[in-house]
């Protein structure tokens, strides 16, 4: 069955403790990317990557790090989380970047709560 | 970089009605308009999208308008039924800065359709 794995996929942890959420998709897609979303702010992308090692920032990269080492593999590293950063992350593929007409595939979310 | 307006926040419909949901969007370039809608608890999944050289798109009770000189694209559901219930985002293209490579979404909409 194609899908987005994201784990966990519920987490509460406290300020300053690194943290790791991984996502894995198995459709081959190149484009990956991580998404928060927020009551009122939509969906807001935090990093992308358009291929293995290629990776830039999205609209909200601050406090975050990814690593994109193998195709189907895009985890999103917390280094020293804060409360700001209670959200629910949703991890998304595609085939193409969305913005040439490419479905986003997404995960089914990860939520966090930063104590 | 794009910017997404999406209106209403809330619109609550009694069901057999019509709803339109309505967004606007500032970069003349973006040619790519996708809208998602987002179950509750559930992960956002494409349901209609819309590509800049054509004005309507349908896809039996949804369809989607798009008037490029004014910058705007609307979603519109006829025959509201219960299961249109959901939070439904609209997106576009990043500008130019970044190659178009991301979505910007809209903040959502949440759509009640009252039995």
């Known amino acids: 069955e194609a899908q987005v794995t994201q784990n966990p996929r519920y987490l509460i942890t406290v300020t300053g403790k690194k943290l790791t959420v991984t996502c894995s998709q198995n459709?081959?897609?190149?484009?990956m990317s991580w998404y928060r979303q927020d009551p009122g702010l939509g969906l807001r992308q935090i990093y992308y990557s358009m291929n293995v090692e290629v990776t830039d920032k999205g609209d909200v990269p601050e406090g975050y790090k990814v690593s994109r080492k193998e195709k189907r593999n895009f985890p999103l590293i917390l280094e020293s989380p804060s409360p700001n950063q209670t959200s629910l992350y949703f991890c998304?593929?595609?085939?193409?970047?969305?913005?040439?007409?490419?479905?986003?595939?997404f995960g089914e979310g990860s939520r966090l709560t930063v104590l | 970089g794009e910017n997404v307006e999406q209106h209403p926040s809330t619109l609550s419909v009694q069901e057999g009605d019509s709803a339109v949901i309505k967004c606007t969007y500032s970069d003349s370039a973006s040619n790519y308009f996708p809208w998602y809608k987002q179950e509750l608890g559930k992960r956002p999944q494409l349901i209609i999208d819309?590509?800049?050289?054509?004005g309507e798109k349908k896809d039996q009770r949804i369809a989607v308008t798009l008037n490029k000189t004014a910058k705007h694209f609307s979603l519109h559901i006829t025959e509201t039924q219960p299961e249109d219930s959901a939070v439904y985002f609209c997106a576009a293209p990043r500008g130019m800065d970044t190659g178009r490579r991301a979505l910007t979404f809209g903040s959502g909409t949440r759509l009640q359709v009252q039995p």
């Open positions: 459709m081959n897609h190149e484009y």
């Open positions: 819309i590509r800049s050289n054509v």
């Open positions: 998304a593929s595609s085939f193409v970047p969305p913005s040439r007409v490419g479905e986003l595939f």
